[in-house]
């Protein structure tokens, strides 16, 4: 029985010359199960395509670009790693405020109910 | 596309099968070429010959249409007709280029009955190759 859709790296050549680009390129295989209905197929291997950068890159150097272009094109990609990061602190501060609240369930206020040694 | 198999023992050519048999081929490699302007499906053994292949042009598609993902999805069921017939059950899925054919002819493949055991996109990106060509002004 097959693995259902799961990611692995197919045996390679040991000695790479790129061993960054091999393994970026590692994570564009898609692993089909026996009886994997479409979409479980076709949407991962789709979200696997675009997390690697592939079309991007394809659509980049389908033409050369000037200085200008090279500039406008870093900054967008600036732009949107931090709308990334962004977010992320988004989910840290959420996580934050859920553990105030458990924080704010325990009511410890009550004096301890022993005897006092000096009165 | 399909890499050359060095001959060895006689330089005649051998037949791979008999004449009168058509071959079995159980397994095979699906091979999907997508450009901005034709889609290119190829069927090959495991060994990477030919078995059978089609386009969106040679499905009668002209111009601008070729790009389209139907003509995808057609050139895909052509491609995998003739291999289904044959009797072709599993197949890996090669996938190269950016056009708009990718995921129309990965439907087709899907919905054809044969069983597919990876995909895997294989798109070529020169590690700061050759210089492009300028920008177009339309």
Known sequence: ?119 | MAKPISKKGSRKNVRIGSRKHTRKIPKGVIHVQASFNNTIVTVTDVRGRVISWSSAGTCGFKGTRRGTPFAAQTAAGNAIRTVSDQGMQRAEVMIKGPGLGRDAALRAIRRSGILLNFIRDVTPMPHNGCRSPKKRRV
């Open chain 1, 1 to 119: 029985m097959q693995p259902a859709a799961t990611l692995t790296s197919l045996p390679r050549p040991p000695s790479s010359p790129s061993r960054q680009r091999e393994r970026e390129r590692e994570r564009e295989v898609i692993v089909v199960g026996e009886d994997e209905p479409e979409d479980r197929i076709i949407n991962p291997f789709k979200k696997e395509v675009l997390k690697a950068g592939v079309l991007q890159e394809c659509k980049r150097r389908r033409f050369s670009e000037n200085k200008d272009d090279k500039i406008k094109r870093k900054a967008r990609k600036a732009s949107r790693r931090n709308q990334k990061r962004a977010w992320g602190q988004n989910k840290h501060d959420s996580e934050k405020k859920k553990k105030d609240v458990a924080d704010d369930d325990i009511d410890d206020w009550e004096l301890p109910h022993v005897g006092i040694p000096y009165t």
